[in-house]
């Protein structure tokens, strides 16, 4: 069974920005039990996914992996190379942005269909933000805000490869906290911060974190 990991944000040390996720990269590579994993790094939900990528690239090739990005080109004209990376990869981690943009492009270009199929082998399947938000049932999204339709965040159906709700980029101070409680309902959601993940694995969760302060609170 797949193993699953939610990453709330936090920075990758793009441009002058710090690197904030250090702890929860390296627990990614090490839920592989593998000396060299194939890490497979899917980024469309951002509008600067190749740099993300180069970034990204460079954190895990230091952590020993060795590294596959696929590519919008790929996905929109080669489905055989889409679903050969998919099918040989060791961990999938999957980029965060505008979550309504990764959902479209995921189901059209049946990238969904794909991940179902290999979530019973033994693999590892990441998301930060965006990308955590598509993994789960929902997923409370600035998706709405980004693209100009709304002026607040809204809850997004996930692919619900897990039965779990979220916030990710927790703040208990922050504007987003405060509409959440007011649009909970019924819901259990896990709020999970910038340095913070949850890992799901046979059921269970854990928590890692890589900054001090990170926080994953349940409302």
């Keep these: 069974m797949a193993k ?27 839920l592989t039990n593998k000396e060299k994993p194939i890490f497979l790094f899917i980024g469309l939900a951002s509008s600067h996914s190749d740099s993300y990528y180069d970034q990204i690239k460079k954190i895990y090739k230091d952590l020993g992996c060795e590294t596959v990005y696929l590519k919008k080109s790929n996905i929109i004209n080669n489905p055989n190379i889409v ?32 991940l179902n199929k290999v979530k019973e082998k033994d693999i590892v399947i990441a998301g930060i933000s965006a990308g955590a938000i598509i993994l789960s049932k929902e997923g ?3 998706s709405y805000i980004l693209r100009g339709e709304k002026d607040k965040h809204e809850f997004i159906k996930g692919l619900n490869f897990i039965d779990i709700v979220i916030s990710p980029h927790y703040d208990k101070e922050s504007t987003k906290t405060k509409e959440l409680l007011k649009d909970i309902g019924n819901r259990k959601v896990y709020c999970i911060s910038n340095g913070a993940a949850l890992i799901i694995k046979d059921n269970k969760i854990d928590i890692i974190k890589s900054k001090k302060d990170a926080i994953v609170k349940t409302y």
């Design 83 to 114: 679903e050969n990376k998919i099918n040989s990869a060791d961990i999938i981690y999957i980029g965060g942005g505008d979550t309504i943009k990764l959902l479209n492009y995921v189901k059209e270009y049946n990238i969904d269909k794909l």
């Design 140 to 142: 409370y999204s600035d």
């Design 4 to 30: 699953y990991v939610l990453i709330g944000g936090g920075e990758i040390g793009r441009g002058n920005t710090p690197y904030e996720t250090k702890e929860i990269d390296e627990g990614i590579v090490k």
